[in-house]
């Protein structure tokens, strides 16, 4: 899916386009291969961080209103969907925004960021 999302963050960064109409572009876009709920989500939650990261004239951001803006996305874009059968993107932008200091970084270690974060199920053996 983020192979698609740059050039798409890129035009519509450099064009002023109808946010409905960017919406539904990235919906339909990320629809060809990734048409499940979280997907869609997660798709506009990355396009969004990529065209502020393109748009962004400054050397540093303030991270934590960033994930905030992400978050406020996510939830809009759940709200479309009734049933959501795995964790909402949202939840877990609010987990990490929970391990954030006041300067917008990651109180854990990358362990502790894979323990909480990633894979937690039987490790398979070759």
Do not use: C, R
């Not at 960017?22 to 499940?36: A, F, P, R």
């Not at 803006?69 to 939840?91: R, V």
């Not at 609010?94 to 490790?123: A, C, R």
């Amino acid at each position: 899916m983020m192979m698609k999302q740059f050039p798409l963050a890129a035009y519509f960064a450099l064009h002023d386009i109808d946010p409905k109409q960017e919406e539904q572009t990235i919906l339909d876009i990320s629809k060809v291969s990734h048409g499940h709920p979280a997907a869609l989500v997660a798709a506009m939650v990355h396009h969004q961080l990529l065209k502020k990261l393109l748009k962004t004239q400054e050397m540093s951001l303030d991270k934590k209103q960033l994930l905030q803006e992400l978050i406020e996305i996510a939830q809009t874009q759940e709200s479309a969907f009734e049933n959501l059968d795995t964790p909402k993107i949202s939840e877990v932008l609010i987990k990490i925004q929970s391990h954030m200091d006041d300067n917008g970084s990651l109180s854990l270690t990358d362990e502790e960021i894979y323990n909480e974060f990633g894979w937690t199920g039987p490790v398979k053996n070759s």
